[in-house]
């Protein structure tokens, strides 16, 4: 089974300063990786995947992250918080081997993220 | 682009009474997901469509939930006997064919369930 983990509930950073929000995985094989953000009272939008290649991924709004086998993480950075940054973050995991259950999306807690002005 | 639509965005039931959600995925995806949020955690897998087949369903899915997509179009997900325990945001999602389980999922804004 697949696990998710995300360290820090809650994570609070001034305008500008660098965003790094962690997530580590569980899996016998190195699944699928995301990064959705959530805004709320709302539904969930793709901020980045991994599924191959390049294990430094750059995705929307000035996010990237990068996958690194050796520490089973997938952390998220932007250099520069802006304001409209402030939002809940949820890194997930999907099994790439075929068979029951690799369509299905594990989900961490989520961050949320506050930006301070 | 229309995305994936909700309905209704909100409900506020009793407990005993039946709610049913609806769901249009993105048009030309045949994938369709249902998930569960409860406040302060992460979306849950309740199960999954490959056009009108119902292929996987969580333990989380009692036999009070039932969902269907009957022409592989739009989905509906029923709660009977509603408990307050079934208080969540039900996010329905989609996901085109092809590409194994890498494909990006698009999620829907999410229907509001608070069971009184």
């Known amino acids: 089974a697949q696990s998710v983990t995300q360290l820090g509930s809650h994570v609070s950073v001034s305008e500008g300063a660098l965003v790094l929000l962690r997530c580590n995985y569980s899996s016998s094989v190195p699944p699928y990786l995301f990064w959705y953000v959530q805004y709320p009272n709302q539904g969930l939008q793709l901020l980045l995947k991994y599924t191959t290649g390049a294990t430094l991924v750059k995705g929307i709004n000035g996010f990237e992250a990068e996958f690194k086998k050796s520490e089973t993480s997938f952390h998220l950075t932007k250099p520069s918080a802006h304001m409209s940054d402030a939002a809940e973050y949820f890194c997930a995991v999907s099994d790439r081997r075929p068979g029951a259950g690799s369509y299905q999306l594990t989900f961490g807690k989520g961050t949320k993220l506050s930006v301070i002005p | 682009d229309t995305g994936v639509s909700q309905d209704p965005r909100h409900k506020i039931t009793k407990r005993g009474q039946n709610v049913t959600f609806r769901c249009d995925p993105i048009s030309e995806h045949n994938r369709l997901y249902w998930y569960r949020q409860t406040l302060g955690q992460g979306p849950e897998f309740l199960t999954y469509f490959q056009n009108e087949a119902q292929l996987e369903k969580s333990r989380l899915l009692s036999d009070r939930f039932s969902a269907e997509r009957p022409k592989g179009s739009f989905s509906t997900l029923e709660i009977q006997r509603t408990e307050q325990g079934d208080s969540a945001m039900y996010l329905c999602?989609?996901?085109?064919?092809?590409?194994?389980?890498?494909?990006?999922?698009?999620f829907g804004e999410g229907s509001w369930l608070t069971v009184v």
């Open positions: 999602a989609s996901s085109p064919s092809g590409g194994g389980s890498g494909n990006t999922i698009y």
